[in-house]
């Protein structure tokens, strides 16, 4: 299984709505990807390594799929669109990261 992991960052200036990520984004996101997407999770930051720490994300996403060329797939004809869709919900440029599943 391959997973597609979205950070947005948190610092200075840095801003996100949650509930257009959660009810608009990521369902939107779900419906360009299809049946290659197997399904999608987000996680929302509430804290740090301390109780005084800044949470260091303020999201994260999970998409998850059986195999990179279904994600190569899925994302090639919908990227601009999804792209696009983020100034809606965030000033942050998310960093995504790739990986294989293993346990």
């Known amino acids: 299984m391959i997973k597609v992991t979205l950070l947005y960052e948190n610092g200075d200036g840095k801003t996100f709505?949650?509930?257009?990520?959660e009810d608009k984004h990521m369902p939107l996101v779900a419906e360009l990807?299809?049946?290659n997407l197997k399904y999608y999770?987000?996680?929302k930051g509430?804290?740090?390594?301390?109780?005084?720490?800044?949470?260091p994300f303020l999201a994260i996403g999970y998409?998850?799929?059986d195999k990179l060329a279904d994600y190569?797939?899925?994302?090639?004809?919908n990227a601009e669109?999804?792209?696009?869709?983020?100034?809606?919900f965030t000033n942050i440029q998310p960093t995504l990261?790739?990986?294989q599943v293993v346990e």
């Open 17 to 21: 709505d949650m509930a257009y990520y």
């Open 33 to 35: 990807m299809g049946d």
């Open 41 to 43: 999770k987000i996680d």
């Open 46 to 55: 509430i804290g740090g390594r301390t109780p005084d720490a800044p949470i």
């Open 63 to 65: 998409l998850y799929f």
């Open 72 to 77: 190569q797939e899925a994302i090639g004809p």
């Open 81 to 88: 669109k999804i792209i696009g869709d983020i100034p809606n």
């Open 97 to 99: 990261q790739i990986s």
